[in-house]
Each structure stands twice: as structure tokens, then as C-alpha cells.
């Protein structure tokens, strides 16, 4: 049976297409939206293993995506800068199960989709890596 896919929220594309990357080489598919209503669409269709939304693209409502993906019962991952510390209180104000910052995702994604998903190492750290 295949893994259910990662759904992706992010503007950037250069960014998107890494995560992308480094997610095909862990055995998950990803589809990526750039727009709210992509999102939502997707959400609605493919029944993701797992919800990353990124908050650096301003055009982006992804506060909105977070309140969705959560509301449809989905495990949330969002990263952003690691000194924007409002966008961080917003996201797990909006029910973000785990908020990064770039570099950590960008470092460290197959241990946090692990964690996410249920498969990670024991004693790992399960919270938030980014400053309250």
C-alpha cells in the first residue's frame, strides 16, 4: 500500500522544491499548493499523512490553512523565520501541532516527519524548537 501524501503550503518555490526533494528521497509523495484555495482542494481530495505549511509568503493566508488542515482532524507542521516570533505565536495560536524554523526543517526534516507521523527514535524532543 503507498504512503497517503505530505500536503505542502508554500509560496517559494526554490523552498518548496527542497522540501519536495528531500521528502521523495524519504518515500513520501508531496503535493504542493501555493494558493489557499489549492489547499483547501487538496486537503479536501487526498486525505494527507501529514499537513507543512510555511508562514513566509505574506499573499498567503496560512493561518486560515493551519485553522483547516487541523479542523479536518490533520497533524500540522509549520516552519518559518526563526526571528519571526509573532508568525511562530500565530501558528501555534492556530492550533500548529509543531512550528520550526527553516533551518530546522531544512536540517532535520526526515526526524521531524518521523516524530509527526509516529515512527520517530525514542526520546526524542516532540515539542516546538522554536523560542516562546
Known amino acids: 500500500m503507498m504512503a497517503r501524501p505530505i500536503l505542502l503550503l508554500e ?7 527542497k522540501i519536495r526533494t528531500a521528502l521523495r528521497h524519504l518515500g513520501y509523495a508531496t503535493i504542493v499548493t501555493r494558493t489557499l484555495a489549492q489547499f483547501v482542494e487538496q486537503l479536501g481530495a ?10 513566509g509568503s505574506s499573499h498567503i493566508p496560512w493561518e486560515e490553512a493551519v485553522r ?10 509549520v516552519f518559518s523565520s526563526h526571528v519571526d516570533l509573532a ?8 492550533g500548529a501541532d509543531r512550528v520550526v524554523a527553516n533551518a530546522k526543517l531544512a536540517a532535520d526534516l526526515p526526524r521531524l516527519i518521523g516524530q509527526m507521523l509516529g515512527d520517530g527514535a525514542p526520546g526524542c524532543n516532540t515539542g516546538d524548537d522554536t523560542p516562546a
Open 87 to 94: 508568525a511562530q505565536a500565530a501558528a501555534r495560536q492556530a
Open 68 to 77: 483547516r488542515a487541523k479542523a479536518a482532524g490533520y497533524p500540522v507542521l
Open 11 to 17: 509560496g517559494d518555490l526554490f523552498f518548496s522544491e
Open 46 to 55: 487526498e486525505f494527507p499523512a501529514l499537513v507543512i505549511i510555511g508562514t
